[in-house]
Every structure is written in structure tokens, then in C-alpha cells.
């Protein structure tokens, strides 16, 4: 659960959500999570997730964990 009194960090709000899916369906999933500012955390709990995610002009995307290119 998170802290109300602070603000959540976008890791911190795919992994919360994640850990709630796990415990709803017993499975993995993932969750790309974007602020109005810009920031931005692509995190899963299957093996691998493809996803991307544009940034003005640059396209930041990734497979496997901890990938960014």
C-alpha cells in the first residue's frame, strides 16, 4: 500500500498495481505508466513484455527487464 501523505513514484504505482493483479487473476501481467509531466516506468511480472514509449521526438522501448533503447 501506498503512502498517502507522499507522491507515488510511477515505479512505485506499476508495481502496486501489478501486485493487486496478482492476487485478483494468480498471473503476470504488465503496465506502462505515464504522468502528465512526462515520467514514465514500463514494469511486469512475466518474463518478458515488450513495450515502447515516445518522448518528443525519441522512442525509448524494451523486451526483456532493465532493457531501455
Known sequence: MLDHG????????????????????QGGGGAIVITPSGDWAARFTTKRMPWAVARGEILLYGLNPRDVF
Not at 510511477?10 to 508495481?15: L, S
Open 6 to 25: 507522499r507522491k507515488a513514484s510511477t515505479c512505485e504505482v506499476a508495481d502496486t498495481s501489478l501486485a493487486y493483479m496478482g492476487e485478483c487473476v
